[in-house]
């Protein structure tokens, strides 16, 4: 329970205001892994940057791995000429094994930081390895090139593919770029915001969970365009994923305040839209808030890496643009980058509320 004791005076009122939030804050989460998440997310930032997506995969490190044990047998047991209640016991099977393995990484992880405890070096580094962030700015500039030089960017298309699962072959610039601007928002999502307050709640078993439920979702999910196989990966996943989707569409709309020609009350506006928005499973309130910022339309229809055909909803505001180019591309990578500040700024915040030091280690 938490507990106020009545001072004298307005600062005494003050002080027990402090306290009390300080109690929430360590209610619903350790403040001692504040430090850890802030190093984290600058590891992955600056690395990202510097080395760029490994294999032209920008998700995170973590997500191939699972896509290394699952993803050969799991396109092999996810066929089309199956029922769907077939399909579905399938994906239960797939993801029950998969969330095994998973917690039993996040077991390992946390037996490893409890073993090699020296300045939480080796916690930061595990934490980042279920993080991205660096390495979207780096496709996605990459991309920015592409569509801002006659001359073509060799792996540039080709990242944005395999990171997004979508077959680019028969599509225009207008359609790579909004995968690209969408790709922005989803990783801050699943990929950063989500992995991290997981990580701040459960520790590494929390944050490596949820990393297991979101490498399979984006492997099987189909961004909800399913058969069956990828449905309990999603569910889950959504159980999971609702509030920090709600967390980062916050941040992005926050960005907008910051970003030349974007409205922070546009992005704001995408919370209380009836039409435009996005589904959660093609990317909730963070795309929503991402299209509505730069008063673009993003969604549309594409396939999959496997062929299956992806019918995304328009998200954005009502006679918004789909005909996007470099300069939509460049003010979202500008928003998603202070999208990234503001996780930093809240993190640390945090901190100050709960009364420790930023570089208590």
């Not at 439920?213 to 990966?233: D, N, P, V």
Request: charged content about 15%.
């Amino acid at each position: 329970m938490f507990h106020y004791t009545p001072g004298t005076g307005f600062g005494a009122v003050q002080n027990s205001i402090f306290e009390y939030i300080q109690q929430i804050h360590g209610h619903i989460f350790d403040p001692d892994r504040l430090p850890v998440a802030i190093a984290a997310v600058f590891l992955v930032s600056c690395i990202g940057i510097l080395t760029g997506p490994m294999g032209g995969n920008a998700n995170p490190f973590l997500w191939r791995i699972i896509e290394l044990f699952f993803g050969g047998i799991g396109g092999r047991l996810d066929r089309a000429d199956r029922t769907r209640a077939d399909l579905s016991f399938r994906g239960f099977i797939l993801t029950v094994t998969g969330l095994l393995i998973a917690l039993f990484m996040g077991k390992f992880a946390h037996f490893l930081t409890l073993y090699y405890p020296q300045w939480k070096i080796m916690e930061i580094f595990l934490l980042s390895l279920s993080l991205t962030a660096g390495a979207v700015w780096f496709a996605l500039f990459r991309l920015f090139q592409a569509l801002s030089s006659e001359k073509p960017l060799k792996g540039a298309f080709y990242t944005i593919a395999r990171s997004t699962r979508t077959d680019m072959s028969t599509s225009d610039e207008y359609t790579i770029t909004r995968i690209g601007i969408a790709m922005g928002a989803r990783s801050f999502d699943k990929g950063l915001v989500a992995p991290v307050l997981w990580y701040l709640i459960a520790g590494l078993p929390g944050a490596y969970l949820y990393m297991g439920l979101a490498a399979l979702s984006w492997r099987f999910g189909k961004e909800g365009f399913t058969k069956g196989f990828g449905q309990m990966s999603l569910t889950l996943e959504k159980l999971m994923g609702f509030v920090p989707n709600l967390l980062a569409g916050i941040l992005i709309a926050l960005a907008g305040l910051f970003t030349p020609t974007a409205r922070m009350s546009d992005a704001l506006a995408a919370f209380k839209a009836r039409e435009g928005t996005a589904p959660y499973e093609e990317g909730g309130w963070a795309v929503a808030a991402m299209a509505f910022a730069l008063n673009v339309s993003l969604g549309g229809a594409t396939k999959d890496l496997d062929g299956s055909a992806i019918k995304r909803r328009w998200a954005g505001p009502k006679g918004a643009t789909a005909q996007l180019g470099a300069s939509h591309l460049s003010r979202g990578i500008y928003i998603s980058m202070m999208a990234h500040i503001l996780l930093l700024a809240v993190l640390c915040g945090a901190i100050v509320v709960s009364g420790h030091d930023l570089l208590d280690f």
